[in-house]
């Protein structure tokens, strides 16, 4: 009953998936609320765990290896907040129990804070399913 990382929007639902969970800073545009889930977007919206407005500006200009390393840095250090941690603990502690999905809107996964939020599920005993 693991955790499946996905594209919001993009990657199909699985039959078993359970809950989709959107760890986006904004909602999708020009899709009405009633939608979301109906569109493969997301059942439930999580922005806490998505970067801030900030430091998402700095994740979408990054060009190279360093820049990149430096958001993810700041970002995990957004994610050792309070309130973020415990959701994060939270997501991995569930992840034994129950199907979840998270994710968010980026082609590229790579270069992407779902790839980072996928790290730090793992670093807390998340059952990840790829």
């Known amino acids: 009953m693991p955790i499946r990382i996905v594209q919001l929007g993009v990657t199909p639902r699985l039959p078993d998936e359970g809950a ?31 970067p801030s407005a900030e430091l998402m500006a700095q994740g979408k200009a990054a060009e190279d290896d360093r820049q990149w390393a430096a958001f993810a840095k700041a ?45 730090l599920l793992e670093e807390r005993g998340a059952a990840i399913r790829s």
């Open 20 to 50: 989709r969970l959107g760890t986006v800073r904004r909602p999708p545009r020009g899709i009405r609320k009633e939608d979301y889930a109906r569109l493969g977007y997301y059942d439930s919206w999580l922005p806490l765990l998505a």
């Open 75 to 119: 970002y995990r250090k957004e994610m050792n907040d309070a309130a973020p941690s415990q959701l994060l603990d939270t997501l991995a502690a569930l992840s034994h129990s129950a199907n979840l999905s998270v994710g968010c809107y980026c082609d590229n996964p790579q270069r992407c804070h779902r790839s980072l939020l996928m790290q």
